[in-house]
């Protein structure tokens, strides 16, 4: 399933929380922005210990034995639920004094919702579909604070759960830690890398040859350059302007923390002007696809893998969301972002879906234990190949059964010529008035001190509610 219906159902009960999806499928943006992929892996019939979990006694804090009741939700969606009743199972059989319960499934959100509601929440919850949101369950003070705690958690390997990571928590509040990202996707832009090969065109490193490969598209006179969602431009604000703020702030992050903030100025910051700059670029050039205005997720995916167009921002999860349409021969490629001035870095845009415990958790032992077991390398390298995509856990992919996407994907993120941004994480009203004036600003219908003036105003009526 797609980004669309799982982050911005996400907000709308206010991410995110991937895509990154159909309210039966999930995977995390902004968090009005989040995706996942369609393909469901069936659940494995057996568990069976993985390599961290073999050489571990046990995996509770402090040498606590793990007894009692333990509960645990889970989002099924695009992802499966395969990874889970098999990390699910050699937990259980680490402890079997404690008795596990699942609560998982399409629809758990919403199921779960009053219990939470009511204060009697499951121990463990993993944030991801529709009707769940991190940063809406931290503002109603629904997570437990593991700040100090996680400051020296290590997994079941002896290893600091803080090295582990890809992309580090989110601070909802100042300093605070409350969720972990579990699953790490991209945003980014995509091409056939067969298709290339035919035509003897190299994917471009930067925004300067992505420009003369344009022009060059363009001559070719068979497609055009850049095709993008234009019902939902969160697509193109994902994989092709936030990259682009970080890039033009010398790939310094700390700007998406302070659009995260709502800060006064941000939008109208020389960062946030240079990137608009990239989309009046392409757009002046006529790179985008003359039909993108009117085209959904689907229609423009499908256009993209017939070759109509040979560009396109997305998600990772876009393999699988269109597996059953793609051509035969097609190969995807994958660049974090397009839009770094020459010899810069790559911008990894990522949309994520977080676990934590619940401030009301009646096992809060377990559901540390239980943090510190989920990850290690070995758990990284099997949601990878059992749910065809990236988690947020270190690991070298290349010698498993992950998709050919997925691991290069991974290169990119644990390369140095790539800076993985903090994902951009903004309240829903805000979420829609950036989607209506980037729309406007590649259809040229505005320009970019109107889309500037837009956003500081929207940003402003919404800090204006929030300080009431």
């Known amino acids: 399933m797609s980004r669309f219906f799982r982050k911005t159902m996400t907000w709308g009960s206010v991410l995110l929380m991937l895509t990154l999806v159909l309210s039966a499928c999930g995977g995390n943006k902004d968090k009005g922005n989040d995706a996942s992929p369609s393909a469901s892996p069936k659940a494995s019939e057996s568990a069976k210990p993985s390599e961290s979990a073999s050489g571990s006694e046990s995996a509770s ?49 919403d199921q779960m919702k009053p219990r939470w509601i009511q204060g009697s929440p499951p121990d463990f919850v993993y944030i991801d579909g529709a009707g769940s949101n991190t940063r809406q369950m931290v503002t109603d003070d629904q997570l437990l604070d593991i700040t100090d705690w996680f400051k020296t958690a290590q997994n079941t390997d002896g290893k600091l759960l803080s090295d582990m990571l890809i992309a580090q928590p989110e601070e909802y509040q100042a300093g605070k830690v409350h969720a972990v990202p579990l699953v790490f996707g991209s945003w980014g832009t995509f091409y056939d890398k067969a298709l290339f090969k ?7 490193k930067d925004f300067e040859s992505f420009l003369a490969l344009g022009d060059k598209i363009k001559a070719d006179g068979q497609m055009s350059v850049y095709i993008h969602t234009g019902v939902y431009p969160y697509y193109i604000n994902g994989g092709l302007l936030d990259p682009a703020i970080v890039a033009m702030n010398g790939y310094d992050t700390s700007i998406v923390k302070k659009i995260n903030a709502l800060e006064a100025g941000v939008w109208s910051s020389e960062p946030v002007k240079k990137a608009l700059d990239k989309i009046v670029q392409m757009r002046d050039k006529g790179f985008f696809d003359q039909g993108s205005p009117a085209l959904n997720h689907t229609d423009s995916q499908s256009q993209w893998l017939q070759h109509k167009a040979a560009f396109i921002p997305n998600g990772l999860w876009v393999e699988s969301e269109m597996a059953n349409d793609t051509p035969a021969g097609f190969e995807f490629g994958f660049l974090p972002s397009i839009t770094q001035d020459n010899g810069g870095k790559y911008v ?41 995509a990236p988690s947020n856990i270190k690991a070298d992919l290349e010698a498993t059964n992950a998709p050919a996407l997925t691991k290069e994907a991974s290169r990119f993120y644990n390369s140095d010529s790539t800076v993985v941004s903090p994902e951009v994480v903004i309240p829903e009203e805000l979420v829609t008035e950036r989607n209506n004036a980037t729309l406007a600003l590649t259809k040229g219908d505005i320009t970019p001190d109107e889309w500037v003036d837009r956003m500081e105003k929207a940003t402003e009526k919404i800090r204006a509610k929030e300080n009431k």
């Open 348 to 388: 990894a845009n990522p949309y994520v879906a977080t676990v934590a415990i619940a401030k009301k958790a009646k096992n809060p032992d377990a559901a540390k234990a239980f943090l510190q077991f989920l990850y290690t390398e070995a758990h990284g390298k099997s949601w990878a190949e059992l749910s065809k």
């Open 198 to 204: 035919e035509k003897g065109w190299e994917a471009p």
């Open 61 to 109: 804090p402090e040498g606590v034995k793990l007894t009692g009741d333990f509960e645990i939700q889970y989002f099924v969606g695009g992802y499966g639920d395969a990874w889970w009743k098999e990390v699910i199972g050699e937990f259980q059989q680490l402890h079997p004094d404690l008795k596990i319960k699942e609560s998982a499934g399409p629809k758990i959100n």
